[in-house]
């Protein structure tokens, strides 16, 4: 098929340039790989005279402002990273989490508190920026890889954002479908909390059997901690208030912004030499040296020196401009998803995917194919909701069943795979917000991994899906 050249195209150059540039890949190979793919669905539409300059133009300026809300959330938790750190809200979590979780039960853990911070909140990228980035500092004093710690945090997350009704992508799948919101989550239980309880097996098992070599590093952590930062409970009161705030559904660029805020000051308050310390020796006034300090925590890298160099590590930030090649990551895959449409590609492979229902299993299986496949060519899980609705919603009507299915399907496809995808937005902000590449993260997610084979498999196997036959309903 003509319209998969210019995937086959991006595959080969992205797997050429992870051969070269390893770690290093997301810097700028990947986004050359995507402007040249682009160019390669340019190419063909125009030599198949599909392709219009003004209908390229109109695609790609409309895909670059859709994705400009996330990149302002990005560029958001780049300041969080680097405020809740050197301000000791960040410290304070770890050093906590180090005295209340042991090894052997710490993977199930992290799991089941992400899963829990991020159902109140309704959101995964908030939850992982904050309570997150902790964990992932806990995992690594006990030992445990960052994939492992990675793939825990990431699985509860995307379990919570799931099922929350103040979560944005499970507002957008049921209103997109028509389907009622508590009615789309009640059916999503179905299929999301048999998957969660397998995943919480598989952290727990191997949480008992994995012997970890970390635990001597945890007295060492944490007296780096107290000594490096002001440890207090009181600091805590930071992201209860800010999970408040999107409790009480305050807008997320708001609730983001006043957490930037409120952290820089509590660093001023609280911690004024770390402060001092980011600002280095530059003869400015105590005032200017802290105004520099704070400023510098939101946009600069910070390094902040413990005497412990795997803990100097962990306690260091890339601030706003560390969020720069992912924002670039993220124009490129914008580019490349408007190409595609404006090529008519992405419309020919969605065709190929209708033709392929048959019944029930195939009706759901395409749906969420569709979803994941969306994920990876419009680098976005709203449009990968979207559009997966739109192309399936008459379908799902004309064989007589209930959109409940449909929109259950959009989430178990598009919503959880979407961090699984390097160019994803999710794949990208979770990878630089962790410091953990996706590739390495993946082959641990296994919420993620599991939704859309259990959504096709519970499918196959007919339970609880209804279907209208002659004015009556079949079970």
Not at 109 to 135: D, F, K, R
Not at 336 to 345: C, P, R
Request: charged share 10%; hydrophobic share 50%.
């Amino acid at each position: 098929m003509i319209a998969l050249i210019p995937f086959i195209v991006l595959i080969a150059l992205l797997v050429g340039c992870i051969s070269v540039f390893g770690n290093a890949t997301l810097d700028g190979a990947s986004q050359v790989s995507l402007i040249i793919a682009s160019g390669v669905s340019v190419l063909i539409g125009w030599l198949n005279k599909r392709l219009s300059w003004e209908n390229l133009d109109k695609e790609i300026t409309a895909k670059v402002a859709n994705c400009t809300p996330s990149i302002i959330i990005l560029l958001l938790i780049g300041a969080i990273g680097g405020t809740w750190m050197v301000s000791g809200i960040v410290p304070t979590m770890i050093y906590y989490g180090l005295q209340i979780l042991s090894p052997q039960w710490f993977l199930v853990s992290t799991c089941i508190i992400c899963a829990i911070v991020s159902l109140m909140i309704g959101s995964s990228w908030t939850t992982i920026a904050t309570v997150g980035v902790a964990l992932l500092g806990v995992g690594n004093a006990l030992g445990f890889s960052n994939g492992w710690t990675a793939g825990a945090i990431i699985s509860g997350a995307y379990f919570g954002d799931k099922l929350s009704p103040l979560s944005d992508t499970t507002v957008l799948a049921s209103s997109v479908v028509g389907t009622p919101l508590f009615t789309h989550i009640k059916y999503m239980m179905l299929t999301t909390v048999p998957t969660f309880l397998v995943t919480l097996t598989i952290f727990l098992v191997t949480g008992l059997l994995m012997d970890v070599s970390g635990e001597g590093d945890v007295a060492l952590f944490m007296d780096g901690l107290s000594h490096t930062f002001v440890i207090s409970p009181w600091l805590l009161l930071v992201p209860l208030v800010i999970c408040l705030m999107i409790i009480k559904r305050w807008p997320s660029l708001v609730v983001l912004f006043l957490a930037v805020i409120i952290a820089g000051i509590v660093a001023l308050i609280v911690q004024p030499d770390r402060i001092r310390e980011i600002a280095g020796n530059n003869g400015l006034p105590n005032f200017l040296a802290l105004y520099e300090g704070v400023i510098r925590s939101c946009y600069d890298s910070t390094s902040i020196s413990t005497g412990i160099s795997a803990l100097d590590k962990l306690v260091t930030t890339r601030g706003m401009g560390g969020m720069m090649p992912t924002v670039w990551l993220i124009i490129s895959a914008q580019v490349f998803a408007g190409a595609l449409t404006a090529a008519g590609q992405l419309e020919d492979i969605m065709a190929y995917f209708q033709r392929m229902v048959r019944g029930t299993t195939s009706l759901v299986a395409s749906s969420v194919g569709s979803a994941i496949f969306l994920n990876i060519t419009t680098a976005d899980q709203f449009l990968s909701i979207i559009l997966t609705s739109s192309m399936f919603k008459n379908m799902y009507a004309k064989m007589g069943y209930e959109p409940r299915l449909l929109s259950r399907s959009c989430e178990d496809g598009g919503t959880v795979t979407s961090v699984l995808v390097p160019w994803n937005t999710c794949g990208l902000t979770q990878s630089t917000v962790l410091g953990v590449a996706t590739l390495t993260y993946l082959p641990y997610c296994f919420f993620n991994l599991l939704s859309p084979i259990v959504s096709i498999s519970v499918a196959a196997i007919g339970w609880k899906i209804k279907r209208k036959i002659n004015g009556g309903q079949e079970n």
